[in-house]
């Protein structure tokens, strides 16, 4: 797999019987399919708990919702405290561009969320917005705050 811009971490890596390849997502306590964007999903989550002192308790993946009614998965939600939802966040291949088409899904999912903070990433290149919904602004951030700070 390709080198990210986010720091390298432990994981875990298994051959399956049919020759492909998993990693261990400690979120879902299992091993999932290694694709280029759960790559990057694992190496962000391991920044955010190991960098950026996010709970490992407090982060799930592939979360169900559902949009005009139909079914879809977010990549990652963080929760707060109290088990509200705080951060959305998106990923894709580092291969993808980041692009208006990605901050337009993430913000369609946002519409069901509402969350104050969304996430874009590809692995090389991170976008954090806080969304402040009394003013209605959203404002790009420098780096992607400390959990304690959220």
Same mark, same amino acid.
């Given at each position: 797999m390709i080198e990210l811009n986010l720091p390298s971490y432990d994981y875990r890596l298994k051959r399956n019987d049919d020759g492909s390849i998993s990693i261990w997502d400690n979120t879902r306590r299992r091993y999932v399919a290694l694709t280029?964007?759960?790559w990057v999903r694992q190496h962000f989550i391991a920044f955010l708990v190991g960098h950026r002192s996010y709970p490992a308790g407090r982060? @799930?993946?592939e979360i169900a919702l559902s949009l005009n009614g139909r079914p879809r998965r977010c990549d990652t939600l963080v929760y707060d405290?109290? @088990?509200s939802p705080l951060m959305l966040i998106e990923y894709k291949a580092p291969h993808i561009p980041i692009t208006q088409?990605?901050?337009d899904q993430i913000v369609r999912y946002n519409m069901?969320?509402?969350v104050p903070y969304i996430v874009v990433s590809n692995g090389m290149l991170h976008y954090c917005c806080h969304i402040d919904y009394d003013t209605? #602004?959203?404002t790009f951030? #420098?780096?992607i705050p400390l959990y304690a700070d959220l």
């Open positions: 280029p964007e759960e982060i @799930g993946n405290v109290y @088990g088409q990605v901050f069901v969320f509402c209605r #602004q959203t951030l #420098q780096e």
